[in-house]
């Protein structure tokens, strides 16, 4: 797993835990990793309130999108794009910055 920090974005790569993810464990595992420990300790900031739409595919490319709070109060954007059966990778920043 590889988790980066980049000017006001955050970019990791998560690891699901079923064999065969359907689209509804895709959102659910991006949800609890971004309000998870790992974003956390490399951003210096939690992050709350994560909802993800369910992507309309499981194939490797297929993005997804994601809002969640960080600590500060402000709203933060991720793309998660699916790089496997089972890996997924997140990046993000404020929505303010977009």
């Known amino acids: 797993m590889s988790i ?3 000017v ?17 464990d895709f959102r659910q595992s991006a949800e609890d990793y971004i309000e ?4 956390t300790e490399q951003s210096d900031t939690s992050f ?3 909802e993800c739409g369910e ?7 297929t993005t997804f999108g994601c809002t969640a709070t ?4 402000a709203e933060w954007r991720f ?3 699916i790089v496997d059966d089972g890996n ?3 990046t993000g920043q404020p929505a303010s910055a977009s």
């Open 8 to 24: 006001a974005a955050v970019a990791s790569l998560a690891l699901l835990a079923a064999c065969s993810a359907d689209g509804e």
């Open 4 to 6: 980066a920090w980049r």
């Open 70 to 73: 960080a600590a500060d109060g």
């Open 48 to 50: 709350s309130s994560a």
């Open 88 to 90: 997924f990778e997140i």
């Open 79 to 81: 793309v998660v794009t």
């Open 55 to 61: 992507p309309t595919s499981t194939e490797p490319g």
């Open 36 to 39: 998870g420990d790992a974003i």
